[in-house]
């Protein structure tokens, strides 16, 4: 409150005198001089501010693309598709908290939130050889930079021991006949906190 007032009486102040200093108006002079005060003293009377600055924390979380019922691509040949999210954990909320601490100037506490989820994401139908490229956003992103297990859509292919571990032994399908891919861990932060 401080820095407001007295900056305002600093601009009137530096308005009376008139003039100005290289280049600049003796009005902003007065307005900065007469802010920097009352900055002091609204620190020495409120504190640096003891709340905590939170960043990239979501209040909702959205999956994309899942549709119950949608059509499944049959891919011949080389072909990039999107794929339909067939299952996904429950996303994973964790923080880090910086700043605080004792001493003349104390920093802002900070907690920067990020987000992860596993999930699988069914490609097309019918048995592929491999993925070759991925992208996520438009951007490509190499396979070492995911942790990423790939079904071709046997008819021998078994469940998926993450979805096993989550869902139970036993209840999860095997997605038989469905080339899919599991993407364990996906850190979201890069990605604006939500599945790309």
């Known amino acids: 409150m401080a820095t407001l007032i007295l900056a305002a009486a600093g601009a009137?102040?530096?308005?009376?005198?008139?003039?100005?200093?290289?280049?600049?108006?003796?009005?902003?002079i007065g307005r900065l001089a007469g802010a920097s005060l009352g900055r002091v003293?609204?620190?020495?009377?409120?504190?640096?501010?003891?709340?905590?600055?939170?960043?990239?924390?979501?209040?909702?979380?959205?999956?994309?693309?899942?549709?119950?019922?949608?059509?499944?691509?049959?891919?011949?040949?080389r072909v990039r598709v999107a794929g339909q999210v067939i299952w996904a954990t429950r996303f994973l909320e964790t923080y880090e908290e910086t700043g605080g601490g004792k001493?003349?100037?104390?920093?802002?506490?900070?907690?920067?939130?990020?987000?992860?989820?596993?999930?699988?994401?069914?490609?097309?139908?019918?048995?592929?050889?491999?993925?070759?490229?991925?992208?996520?956003?438009?951007?490509?992103?190499?396979?070492?930079?995911?942790?990423?297990?790939?079904?071709?859509?046997?008819?021998?292919?078994?469940?998926?021991p993450k979805m096993e571990a989550v869902e139970g032994a036993g209840t999860v399908p095997a997605y038989r006949g469905t080339a899919y891919v599991v993407i364990e861990d996906l850190e979201l932060g890069r990605f604006g906190n939500r599945v790309p």
């Open 12 to 28: 009137a102040v530096g308005g009376a005198v008139g003039g100005g200093l290289v280049g600049v108006s003796s009005v902003a």
């Open 103 to 160: 001493g003349m100037r104390q920093a802002p506490r900070t907690r920067a939130y990020s987000y992860s989820v596993s999930l699988a994401i069914a490609l097309c139908e019918g048995e592929i050889l491999r993925v070759g490229r991925i992208w996520a956003d438009g951007d490509e992103i190499g396979r070492e930079e995911l942790n990423l297990r790939v079904y071709t859509g046997s008819d021998s292919q078994m469940p998926d």
């Open 41 to 77: 003293i609204d620190q020495k009377l409120m504190g640096g501010g003891a709340d905590v600055v939170e960043t990239g924390k979501i209040k909702r979380f959205r999956l994309t693309g899942s549709a119950e019922g949608a059509a499944q691509a049959r891919v011949f040949g």
